[in-house]
């Protein structure tokens, strides 16, 4: 158990619609980032939030937002889903924003879009 | 740009016998971390390793062991041994010294038969 939590564990809807996956990092964490993992992807880089800040962006869509709460948790929202954003969805934890940092990630969120 | 190939999609081995797991990267920074992560059929990210690009030591750990070479920008993996346990994808990542999220690799699928 990583210490990093993530809710929901699966989340079927349909495309249009939004979601919203939350997560809580490990004790004592500062960053929190967001990777999506699908088939055709790999594992991308989402955004990043370091101490309620925004720190870093990857390959976010518009459609996605993010932002890190005063208690630290996170929530990734999603909007007018499409097919195509059916992936994983892991939030990870690290104690600071340096890359050197190991990040630690949470069991993930499972999107179906249908 | 930073870029991680792990050119071996799926290996499939017989319990026992050792493995090795390649893992090429590149990178401009001058500073970097890579890492290893095991993903098993549950689904987890579980932290392996970290070796920043200073430490050119292999490092052994158990039956894991890691093999850095800046002059081949390669960072190995071997399982010794392997045992069915040892079944996951295994991910390789790069951190630059100037960035703050992980680049994955594809991954390599690890298959470990009885």
């Known amino acids: 158990d990583s210490g990093v939590t993530q809710t929901p564990k699966h989340l079927i809807t349909a495309t249009g619609q939004r979601v919203t996956l939350r997560c809580s990092p490990r004790?004592?964490?500062?960053?929190v980032y967001w990777y999506q993992q699908s088939l055709d992807q790999g594992l991308q880089f989402l955004i990043q939030?370091?101490?309620?800040?925004?720190?870093a962006k990857g390959n976010i869509l518009e459609r996605f937002s993010a932002q890190q709460f005063p208690d630290l948790h996170s929530e990734l929202n999603l909007s007018s889903l499409e097919l195509g954003d059916s992936a994983l969805y892991f939030c990870?934890?690290?104690?600071?924003?340096?890359?050197?940092?190991?990040?630690?990630f949470g069991p993930g969120t499972r999107l179906t879009v249908l | 740009a930073q870029k991680v190939t792990q050119a071996q999609t799926e290996i499939s081995v017989v319990e026992k016998e050792d493995v090795t797991l390649d893992c090429v990267y590149e990178?401009?920074?001058?500073?970097?971390?890579l890492f290893w992560y095991k993903q098993p059929p549950s689904g987890e990210l579980v932290f392996l390793i970290r070796r920043n690009s200073f430490d050119e030591q292999n490092e052994i750990s158990g039956r894991y062991s890691w093999n850095f070479q800046k002059s081949t920008s390669s960072f190995n993996f071997t399982i010794t041994a392997s045992q069915v346990v040892d079944s996951a994808v295994y991910f390789c990542a790069l951190s630059g010294f100037s960035g703050y999220a992980l680049n994955f690799g594809k991954g390599t699928s690890l298959l470990v038969t009885p």
């Open positions: 939030y370091y101490n309620g800040e925004e720190r």
């Open positions: 004790s004592g964490d500062l960053s």
């Open positions: 990178t401009r920074d001058t500073t970097y971390y």
């Open positions: 990870a934890s690290s104690a600071t924003s340096e890359s050197y940092n190991e990040q630690f």
